[in-house]
């Protein structure tokens, strides 16, 4: 099983600063198939990212996801207020597909 | 428009037995492979398995293999996941999902909340 360790847990930023959040894996992501998603309180997680770099439809450019192999990194560019959310790195090229823990990301 | 719609909160106590359902529309249901994935409370996410209703073809995680049943019915375009001897542990809320083109998991629905309480 391919464990994502996901860091910091959690991420303390004002609103207009940049978000860099981290996704290592434990061995090679294969076809470097990694998600992001974002969850809000008493929401279903939404897809931002896929394929470790392609935007979900409707996700804003100021979403970017990079990396490949072991280390991924999603980036926000300017963090709005709608941002503040827990993120989850997920990889479905190893079987079975895991998720990592999170990271919390809150206002400063 | 791709809509999942789950069934409502359930409230059950141990040992009871339980299905709740994932009814999809906007796309063909039985090509496209459904997910389903626990969040225990104040907890991440943890995949379960994955159907796909054509063939009802199933694949589970080692870590809930033996303890839950994923099924779809294409007539009613629904997967649903049971239960036979329900724990206080499975307590959590459960989300389906479709898999995507390339595997993604691109539409999710609400949720739903099970709580098992004696």
């Known amino acids: 099983e391919i464990v994502l360790t996901q860091s910091p847990g959690t991420l303390s930023l004002s609103p207009g600063e940049r978000a860099t959040l981290s996704c290592r894996a434990s061995?090679?992501?294969?076809?470097?198939?990694l998600a992001w998603f974002q969850q809000k309180p008493g929401q279903a997680p939404k897809l931002l990212i896929y394929?470790?770099?392609t935007r979900a439809t409707g996700i804003p450019d100021r979403f970017s996801g990079s990396g490949s192999g072991t280390d991924f990194t999603l980036t926000i560019s300017r963090m709005e207020p709608e941002d503040f959310a827990v993120y989850y790195c997920?990889?479905?090229?190893?079987?079975?597909?895991?998720f990592g823990q999170g990271t919390k990301v809150e206002i400063k | 428009e791709v809509q999942l719609v789950q069934s409502g909160t359930e409230v059950k106590k141990p040992g009871e037995s339980l299905k709740i359902s994932c009814k999809s529309s906007?796309?063909?249901?039985?090509?496209?492979?459904i997910g389903w994935v626990r969040q225990m409370p104040g907890k991440g996410l943890e995949w379960m398995g994955i159907?796909?209703?054509?063939?009802?073809?199933?694949r589970y995680s080692p870590s809930f293999q033996g303890q839950v049943i994923i099924s779809a019915d294409k007539s009613v375009n629904t997967a649903f996941l049971q239960w036979s001897s329900l724990k206080a542990s499975d307590t959590a809320m459960y989300y389906c999902?479709?898999?995507?083109?390339?595997?993604?998991?691109?539409?999710w629905g609400q949720g739903t909340l099970v709580t098992v309480s004696s």
């Open positions: 394929g470790a770099s």
């Open positions: 906007g796309y063909n249901f039985a090509t496209y492979w």
């Open positions: 159907i796909y209703p054509g063939d009802s073809d199933t």
């Open positions: 061995q090679t992501v294969p076809s470097n198939y």
């Open positions: 999902m479709r898999r995507g083109t390339v595997g993604e998991l691109d539409y």
């Open positions: 997920h990889q479905w090229g190893g079987s079975p597909r895991t």
